[in-house]
C-alpha cells in the first residue's frame, strides 16, 4: 500500500476534530454544543473518507479538483478584474473589522458596498445597512450576548473620551 496526501488530510482532520470534540467536552453545555455539532459530524466523515480511500472504493477521477477557470462566459480580462475587485472588498472587510471592530465594520461595510460598488441609491442604502445593522444588533448583542474586541482605532483614541 503506498502512502497518499488523501490519507495525510483525513488523518490531520480527525486528529483537529478529535482535539475539539476533547477539549470542548470541559465546557459548559452552550459554549460546548456548536463546537461538538460541528466536530462530531467532521470526524467521522473524515473517518469514512479514509476508510474509502484505503479500501480503493474511491473511484479516480480524470479531471483534477483544483482545475481554476474564471468563466466560460465572460471575458479574462473583465473576470479577472472582477475577481480582483471581490477580493479588495473582502480584504477592507477584514481591515474595517481590525481597525474599527465587528460591530462598527458591519454597517459601514454594507453600507459603503451598497452605495459604491453596487450603485445604490441612498435610501436603499441607509435602509438597508439599518435592517442588517438591526438584525445583527438584535441576534448577537441583544440575544446572545456576545461581547466583541474593541477594533485598534477606539483602543488608540481611547484617551479623548476620558
Request: proline content about 4%; aromatic content about 16%; glycine content about 8%.
Amino acid at each position: 500500500m503506498r502512502f497518499k496526501t488523501e490519507y495525510l488530510m483525513n488523518l490531520c482532520l480527525m486528529a483537529i476534530t478529535a482535539g475539539v470534540v476533547v477539549s470542548a467536552l470541559d465546557w459548559p453545555l452552550k459554549a460546548s454544543l456548536f463546537p461538538l455539532v460541528v466536530a462530531i459530524p467532521v470526524f467521522f466523515m473524515a473517518l469514512g473518507d479514509l476508510v474509502l480511500n484505503l479500501a480503493g472504493k474511491r473511484k479516480k477521477e480524470k479531471k483534477s479538483v483544483v482545475d481554476f477557470t474564471f468563466s466560460k462566459d465572460t471575458e479574462k480580462g473583465l473576470a479577472l478584474r472582477r475577481t480582483l475587485i471581490t477580493c479588495a472588498w473582502i480584504g477592507a472587510f477584514f481591515l474595517g473589522v481590525i481597525l474599527l471592530g465587528f460591530p462598527a465594520a458591519i454597517p459601514f461595510f454594507v453600507f459603503s458596498y451598497l452605495k459604491f460598488q453596487a450603485g445604490e441609491k441612498w435610501g436603499i442604502s441607509l435602509l438597508t445597512t439599518a435592517i442588517i445593522w438591526g438584525a445583527f444588533w438584535g441576534l448577537f448583542i441583544v440575544l446572545l450576548h456576545t461581547r466583541f474586541p474593541r477594533g485598534l482605532l477606539p483602543q488608540w483614541f481611547s484617551w479623548m473620551t476620558m
